[in-house]
């Protein structure tokens, strides 16, 4: 069995308990919160788990493998520090940090001490996500020329993290899957509306070495609610709704048609049949559990490793010196990245 500790029960903490209680190689050990009435709400459904306010007395625990961090995102740079100086793999709720060198140290850390270091980074462990890859990887949808998401909801409004920061991991890590690039340069632009110096509303773009671009639109300031990921091939285009219920990926058999004289005439289009792919019907987050105690054990690196919430972390926080430069274009060391 493989021994784990959630840290953090109060949002998205007690969903990791869940899932890594019910895996069938996997022992949650401990849940660890600074609010003993929190830790009180879930005693009941985990009776063999160890309960306590004390993250050194969870740490000190030699049988324990591994920490799950999921506790409010400025703690998330030094809880997994902690974390890996004590010898335990971690997994981390997004994003990995608030600083871009902070990410890489700690992926740097744990490559340096053969520890696993996971990043949340639930959609791209999501079927349709996953199918959408397929469908590049293959070839199906010819070369790829760019891909936008809308991540949009009237609220939750957050007083202390903007709309790029709260809803932008979510996409950027999808695009960043899919394309299977480092980004060079991104853009970004956003407005304050309902709070001083808090984005409501932002508009982003990532460019990537072979020319594809991905453009971001993310608003808990909107009517709609929307969870989609639109990408547009030379041969066909393909749409992944996680709003949709049983449509969860369409693929449009619909692009240009190559040009075969040279007389000036206007590229034509072609409009084909359409094909909705069966999904399976699984949680995300039990295929994001799974494979992290799958990477402990195989020793190989996670899809959302160190790396992967380092680069992620990188494009946020470039986005946000695009927009305190009105929108400016910001270059992307990749010397860091390498």
């Known amino acids: 069995?493989?021994?784990?500790?959630?840290?953090?029960?109060?949002?998205?903490?007690?969903?990791?308990?869940?899932?890594?209680?019910?895996?069938e190689d996997c022992e949650l050990r401990w849940c660890c919160d600074l609010d003993e009435g929190l830790l009180d709400r879930h005693r009941g459904a985990y009776p063999s788990t160890r309960f306590t306010t004390d993250l050194d007395e969870v740490l000190a625990d030699d049988d324990l493998d591994a920490v799950v961090v999921a506790?409010?995102?400025?703690?998330?740079?030094p809880l997994a520090t902690r974390v890996l100086d004590a010898g335990k793999h971690v997994f981390v709720e997004k994003p990995l940090a608030t600083d871009p060198a902070?990410?890489?140290r700690i992926a740097a850390a744990g490559k340096d001490a053969g520890l696993v270091v996971m990043v949340d980074h639930l959609l791209v462990f999501h079927p349709g996500v996953t199918t959408l890859k397929e469908l590049i990887d293959t070839g199906e949808l010819g070369d790829v020329f760019y891909l936008y998401g809308n991540r949009l909801n009237l609220g939750v409004v957050r007083p202390d993290e903007n709309a790029l920061w709260s809803l932008g991991p979510h996409d950027i890590s999808v695009m960043l899957y899919l394309v299977g690039e480092q980004p060079v340069e991104v853009v970004a632009t956003g407005e304050c509306y309902l709070q001083p110096e808090v984005e409501d509303v932002v508009f982003g773009q990532v460019k990537f070495p072979s020319g594809v671009i991905g453009h971001l639109h993310l608003s808990w300031l909107d009517p709609h609610k929307m969870r989609r990921m639109t990408v547009i091939g030379s041969?066909?285009?393909?749409?992944?709704d996680d709003m949709e219920t049983e449509r969860k990926v369409t693929v449009y058999d619909k692009g240009p048609i190559p040009r075969t004289e040279t007389y000036g005439e206007y590229i034509q289009v072609r409009s084909g049949d359409i094909r909705?792919?069966?999904?399976?019907?699984?949680?995300?987050?039990?295929?994001?559990?799974?494979e992290f105690v799958s990477a402990i054990r195989?020793?190989?690196?996670?899809?959302?490793d160190g790396d992967a919430g380092a680069t992620v972390v990188e494009v946020l926080e470039a986005m946000s010196e695009s927009m305190r430069s009105a929108g400016a274009p910001i270059r992307l060391d990749a010397g860091a990245r390498a």
Not at 235 to 240: H, R, S, T
Not at 298 to 304: D, L, N
């Open 298 to 304: 195989s020793g190989e690196p996670p899809v959302a």
């Open 276 to 290: 909705i792919p069966k999904i399976q019907a699984v949680e995300p987050l039990r295929l994001v559990c799974q």
């Open 71 to 77: 506790t409010s995102v400025p703690t998330h740079a």
């Open 235 to 240: 041969d066909k285009m393909a749409v992944f």
């Open 1 to 23: 069995m493989t021994t784990v500790a959630v840290v953090g029960m109060n949002y998205w903490g007690p969903n990791l308990a869940r899932n890594f209680a019910r895996l």
């Open 102 to 104: 902070d990410a890489r």
